[in-house]
T-cell receptor
Framework: IAGITQAPTSQILAAGRRMTLRCTQDMRHNAMYWYRQDLGLGLRLIHYSNTAGTTGKGEVPDGYSVSRANTDDFPLTLASAVPSQTSVYFC??????????????FGPGTRLLVL | AQKITQTQPGMFVQEKEAVTLDCTYDTSDPSYGLFWYKQPSSGEMIFLIYQGSYDQQNATEGRYSLNFQKARKSANLVISASQLGDSAMYFCAMSPTNTGNQFYFGTGTSLTVIP
């Protein structure tokens, strides 16, 4: 593994189903992030984690949850998917120094369609 | 509130010419970082260039330069000698210090390089 990986690459999901998007980084970055990208809206932050064991809410957290059990993994869970969660989801990380204005590096994205 | 504005939904440039992509921002935080990312049609987010709010000189990275005008709160990306491979979406982002390392993205500019 080099950088950030996300799984699955794409998914079609029935509304009401539970789904976990996986994100793993091997750069030993302290901070990790989840964004959604929708046409015309750019990228919007869903949740973030500044270090293992801590998480925080971003701009659009409703309907999503995250956990950060270790440095490398930052899964995003949709407890009960709705069509408005159809989007492209990007995971990102920054570091290794915990601080501000660190460049964020992005995974390849997960394309999710909720029907 | 933090805000990033990209007013050019689409831009065209002739191959080998220079092009400027506009970005303005709004923040009350005196310390912040400014970033540009490229997103080609394949979908990945590629980091291009960073400018710190206290940097005295404009950042440059190869053919990319950032025209930073702090008083006007603008951080325009200049691409010199455009190439066909520069055709992509370009996103401006800001990270104010007081938000940790949270990024705020603009809505993007689609650049098309014409042969």
């Amino acid at each position: 593994i080099a950088g950030i990986t996300q799984a699955p690459t794409s998914q079609i999901l029935a509304a009401g189903r539970r789904m976990t998007l996986r994100c793993t980084q091997d750069m030993r970055h302290n901070a990790m992030y989840w964004y959604r990208q929708d046409l015309g809206l750019g990228l919007r932050l869903i949740h973030y984690s500044n270090t293992a064991g801590t998480t925080g809410k971003g701009e659009v957290p409703d309907g999503y949850s995250v956990s950060r059990a270790n440095t490398d993994d930052f899964p995003l869970t949709l407890a009960s998917a709705v069509p408005s969660q159809t989007s492209v989801y990007f995971c990102a990380s920054s570091g290794p120094v915990l601080g501000f204005q660190e460049t964020q590096y992005f995974g390849p994205g997960t394309r999710l369609l909720v029907l | 509130a933090q805000k990033i504005t990209q007013t050019q939904p689409g831009m065209f440039v002739q191959e080998k010419e220079a092009v400027t992509l506009d970005c303005t921002y709004d923040t009350s935080d005196p310390s912040y970082g400014l970033f540009w990312y490229k997103q080609p049609s394949s979908g990945e987010m590629i980091f291009l260039i960073y400018q710190g709010s206290y940097d005295q000189q404009n950042a440059t990275e190869g053919r990319y330069s950032l025209n930073f005008q702090k008083a006007r709160k603008s951080a325009n990306l200049v691409i010199s000698a455009s190439q066909l491979g520069d055709s992509a979406m370009y996103f401006c982002a800001m990270s104010p210090t007081n938000t940790g390392n949270q990024f705020y993205f603009g809505t993007g500019t689609s650049l098309t390089v014409i042969p």
